[in-house]
């Protein structure tokens, strides 16, 4: 194969000497100058033109989904023992519903005696009441002195106060025998559960978390020097690492500044979302507005040595290299920042085989396509020679 090969070149060879001496023997020097070759065109592209739009302008951050409130709903009795456990993390509740029940046999019997002993108190109240009135109307005729009628009436204010003495007892023990059943202070969901039946919890001791009304925030961290362009009412994106994607509102910020960070965090109020759940990480774009932008179709921006370019096309086809900075992306179009002119002709699709100063011809995007198609084959052609 290698011999038929060069013996190939070596009759081309021939043949080009050959054409050279009939070309001499006519008189080579008496003949007209070639026409100047046209300069070549290296590929074949679309242009698309940068135009200039109004854009949102964005800030983004990152947080987490945390609940709004969570409410801790305690044992508010001690020294009695957990009979019934009703609910379970997870469980949504409404404002009321109880909870938990302690035993409450031993309370029950206390209301009872309390009952029993404002009866009784009232009895005495009955008596005294009835001895302070005759004494009252036997005070004006003499039959008493003054020293045993005020002792009647002594005696019936001190029945009086024991019935309200009685009486107090006897709501803060109806008080306890209520307490024995936890109830919701709220609607929401149970974050957390330690009420464990059987168990003989101290007074105040935490038996369930609840998050008050299913409401959640984020709460983002945003740098110091971006903090003052935020105010409460702001729409925010965001966008959780589970896939949920929701649109909240800024609700506050924070009044002082992380000193290790230089961060400040913003709350972010977030609709009801199945797919949200306190403790997620998230990310969002704050919607701070619009600004001017100067965009490119995302095809025209080529990376090359960690840097951006885009080709200008001139009149003649030829394609000068700009650097680039980019920025925000909306759809196909992508913001650039660089001395590039407003409405200025680009290489669309093909600028990655481009280098500066070369010519290209603009076609449409069906011919480039069809045309990277049969250089695709061919070159799986070529590698299949290979």
Excluded: C
Aim: net charge positive; no cysteine.
């Amino acid at each position: 194969m290698k011999f038929k090969h060069m013996k190939k070149l070596g009759l081309a060879a021939v043949a080009v000497a050959g054409v050279a001496g009939l070309v001499a023997a006519s008189g080579g020097d008496n003949a007209p100058p070639a026409a100047a070759a046209a300069p070549a065109t290296v590929l074949t592209v679309t242009a698309g033109k940068a135009e200039p739009a109004e854009w949102a302008q964005e800030l983004g951050a990152n947080g987490s989904v945390a609940a709004w409130q969570e409410a801790v709903v305690g044992s508010e009795l001690g020294g009695l023992r957990l009979a019934e456990v009703r609910v379970n993390v997870g469980d949504a509740v409404r404002k009321g519903q109880v909870l938990a029940r302690f035993q409450s046999e031993t309370v029950a019997a206390e209301v009872a005696q309390q009952e029993a002993a404002l009866e009784e108190a009232r009895a005495a109240l009955a008596e005294a009441g009835a001895n302070a009135d005759g004494a009252r109307l036997l005070a004006s005729s003499g039959a008493l002195s003054g020293q045993q009628s005020n002792q009647y009436l002594m005696l019936e204010r001190s029945a009086r106060a024991r019935v309200a003495s009685a009486q107090a007892r006897l709501r803060i023990d109806q008080l306890r025998l209520r307490q024995t059943e936890v109830v919701a202070d709220d609607d929401g969901t149970i974050s957390a559960r330690s009420a464990t039946v059987g168990a003989v919890p101290g007074q105040g001791q935490e038996l369930f978390r609840l998050i008050r009304a299913n409401r959640l925030e984020w709460r983002a961290e945003v740098p110091a020097d971006a903090l003052s362009r935020i105010e409460p009412g702001q729409p925010v994106r965001v966008q959780a690492t589970n896939g949920a994607s929701v649109t909240g509102r800024v609700r506050a910020r924070a009044p002082s500044i992380d000193p290790a960070t230089r961060n400040a965090l913003v709350y972010v109020d977030l609709p009801a979302d199945a797919r949200l759940h306190a403790g997620l990480f998230a990310s969002g774009a704050f919607q701070l507005g619009t600004s001017p932008a100067l965009t490119v179709p995302q095809s025209a921006v080529v990376t090359r040595d960690g840097s951006s370019y885009v080709f200008a096309i001139d009149g003649s086809g030829k394609v000068a290299r700009t650097k680039v900075d980019t920025g925000r992306r909306v759809g196909e179009r992508v913001e650039v920042k660089g001395a590039l002119p407003p409405a200025a002709l680009l290489v669309a699709q093909g600028a990655g085989f481009l280098n500066d100063g070369d010519r290209v011809r603009v076609v449409a995007a069906a011919r480039v396509a069809a045309t990277a198609a049969t250089i695709d084959a061919g070159g799986s052609a070529a590698r299949g020679l290979n």
